[in-house]
T-cell receptor
Framework: DAGITQSPRHKVTETGTPVTLRCHQTENHRYMYWYRQDPGHGLRLIHYSYGVKDTDKGEVSDGYSVSRSKTEDFLLTLESATSSQTSVYFC?????????FGPGTRLTVT | EDQVTQSPEALRLQEGESSSLNCSYTVSGLRGLFWYRQDPGKGPEFLFTLYSAGEEKEKERLKATLTKKESFLHITAPKPEDSATYLCAVQEFYGGSQGNLIFGKGTKLSVKP
């Protein structure tokens, strides 16, 4: 258990509304990641962070923003949710060069 | 073109029937290859990291091996509790440091009693 929690675990929202997903870790890991997982695709990296206020884009960053104001929290925001953003979102941390994943958030955009 | 390809997409085994899952990759400079297990509704769970051709790692009924182009996850005498989706990911050297993980689409393993 890498001490990662995600909230909410499930969310249904309407197209055009803003949504923020939270990832919280308890062990002061420097690197944190946001992925999405969809049928027919592997896990795809959205954004990652290598320290407080230090973030960078991943493979599928369009339509997403992130913030990290504290070591323990990494927030993923969908400014205006679209149906194509319906997915399962996973947060991960890196420890000794291995990524460990949280339990996931299932987001449905109607 | 996918950089990481897993095969088969799905595999059904009888309990005790050994088999192998394949992960082939096309990255130019491999830093590491990772295997994860994912149960329905849960996050991926780390199993192994392999760094160089010829390396092997074992855990219970699982053994992972690595060549210059692919990795195999061998499952010996599987049990129903081994049923899960197995994910492979590669990490390449990028600008002198490590790149991000690139995941395959996974192999869904079902083991029937």
């Amino acid at each position: 258990d890498a001490g990662i929690t995600q909230s909410p675990r499930h969310k249904v929202t309407e197209t055009g509304t803003p949504v923020t997903l939270r990832c919280h870790q308890t062990e002061n890991h420097r690197y944190m990641y946001w992925y999405r997982q969809d049928p027919g695709h592997g896990l795809r990296l959205i954004h990652y962070s290598y320290g407080v206020k230090d973030t960078d884009k991943g493979e599928v960053s369009d339509g997403y923003s992130v913030s990290r104001s504290k070591t323990e929290d990494f927030l993923l925001t969908l400014e205006s949710a679209t149906s194509s953003q319906t997915s399962v979102y996973f947060c991960a941390i890196s420890e000794s060069s291995v990524e460990y994943f949280g339990p996931g958030t299932r987001l449905t955009v109607t | 073109e996918d950089q990481v390809t897993q095969s088969p997409e799905a595999l059904r085994l009888q309990e005790g029937e050994s088999s192998s899952l394949n992960c082939s990759y096309t990255v130019s400079g491999l830093r590491g290859l990772f295997w994860y297990r994912q149960d329905p509704g849960k996050g991926p769970e780390f199993l192994f990291t392999l760094y160089s051709a010829g390396e092997e790692k074992e855990k219970e009924r699982l053994k992972a091996t690595l060549t210059k182009k692919e990795s195999f996850l061998h499952i010996t005498a599987p049990k129903p509790e081994d049923s899960a989706t197995y994910l492979c990911a590669v990490q390449e050297f990028y600008g002198g440091s490590q790149g991000n993980l690139i995941f395959g689409k996974g192999t869904k393993l079902s083991v029937k009693p």
